[in-house]
Each structure stands twice: as C-alpha cells, then as structure tokens.
C-alpha cells in the first residue's frame, strides 16, 4: 500500500485545516489508519486512529474535541480535519496504516502543519 499526505499548510492560531492521506495499491486488509506528528526534536506520537471495521476512533487527549479523524473507503481516502489550531499542534503529520494488529505501519511521507501565535 501506498499512501499520500495533503492539505497540510500555514495557518494561525485559532484556524483549521483539513489534511488527506490518499491511498493505493493493496489496500485489502487494512485493519487501522491513523495520524501521527512529530515536531522539531520530539518524538512522533500518535493523533488520532481510525478501524477499517466499525470505524473506531482514538484520539490524543491533546486534540480531543478539536480534530476529527474519518474515512471514505470509497475514496480510499482518509481525512483529519483540524479546528482551534494551537502553536503546539506544529509539525510534521504523517498517514500510517497497518494490515494485521501491532504488526508494522507503512507510513506516507508527511506534510507540514505550521499554526503561528
């Protein structure tokens, strides 16, 4: 499977943007999707998730109640639409999928998310 971050920008605080994780090839199996950032010096973490069956969601308790994660598997497509942006959700977003559970991700190549004071 290959997958391919858009939408990312700069933006200021207290603005939204919506990012895409377009995906191809052998998407059959995919069993979760999600997001992950990373900002300059720190770890990548988790942001939100979504199951392909039943489309479960996690979120970082950092993002609750101000990003969204979804799906259209039609699409094959997933979204994250970002609200209230704050200065500490900069970084780089990266779409990961995986095909069995705790088993490894394919990850796109990141876009950048820049939110300004």
């Known amino acids: 499977v290959q997958l391919v971050e858009s939408g990312g920008g700069l933006v200021q605080a207290g603005g939204s943007l919506r990012l895409s994780c377009a995906a191809s090839?052998?998407?059959?199996?995919?069993?979760?999707m999600g997001w992950y950032r990373q900002a300059p010096g720190s770890q990548r973490e988790l942001v939100a998730s979504i199951t392909s069956r039943g489309g479960v969601t996690n979120y970082a308790d950092s993002v609750k109640g101000r990003f969204t994660i979804s799906r259209d598997s039609a699409r094959k497509t997933m979204y994250l639409q970002m609200n209230s942006l704050k200065p500490e959700d900069t970084g780089v977003y990266y779409c990961?999928?995986?095909?069995?559970?705790?088993?490894?991700?394919?990850w796109g190549q990141g876009t950048q998310v820049t939110v300004s004071s």
């Open positions: 090839g052998s998407t059959f199996g995919i069993v979760i």
């Open positions: 990961s999928a995986r095909k069995t559970w705790g088993g490894p991700s394919t």
